[in-house]
């Protein structure tokens, strides 16, 4: 089965930076489209960034020129880079990813768990 697992979320200051990491495993031929998603406690679950197999990236407005989406095609991983980071940022940041299957030869879309931000002094 195919998976996505995120890691490097963590406590960071206001100001500071992470790096997200969103690694793809499993029975995997190619990865399309990719993005990363937050839900702040109590809100509903937003777009963060999107990055196409062919680079192509958009950005939310709340964080364009603070953070940056990129991709390793050969690790099946995407990343999120966070720079200035402010409380408003804090989040329970989700992976997604368009994965087709090499078993199956069909696209469907995918999940990671989530990784915890929290920013505060």
């Known amino acids: 089965q195919v998976q996505l697992v995120e890691s490097g979320g963590g406590l960071v200051q206001p100001g500071g930076s992470l790096r997200l990491s969103c690694a793809a495993s499993?029975?995997?031929?190619?990865?399309?489209?990719t993005g990363w998603y937050r839900q702040a406690r109590g809100k509903e679950r937003e777009l963060v960034a999107t990055i196409t197999n062919g680079g192509s990236t958009d950005y939310a407005d709340s964080v364009k020129g603070r953070f940056t989406i990129s991709r390793d095609n050969a690790k099946n991983t995407i990343f999120l880079h966070m720079n200035s980071l402010q409380r408003e940022d804090t989040a329970v940041y989700y992976c997604?990813?368009?994965?087709?299957?090499?078993?199956?030869?069909?696209?469907?879309?995918?999940w990671g768990q989530g990784t915890q931000v929290t920013v505060s002094s």
């Open positions: 997604n990813a368009d994965v087709r299957s090499s078993s199956y030869m069909t696209t469907r879309n995918y």
């Open positions: 499993g029975n995997i031929f190619s990865i399309g489209a």
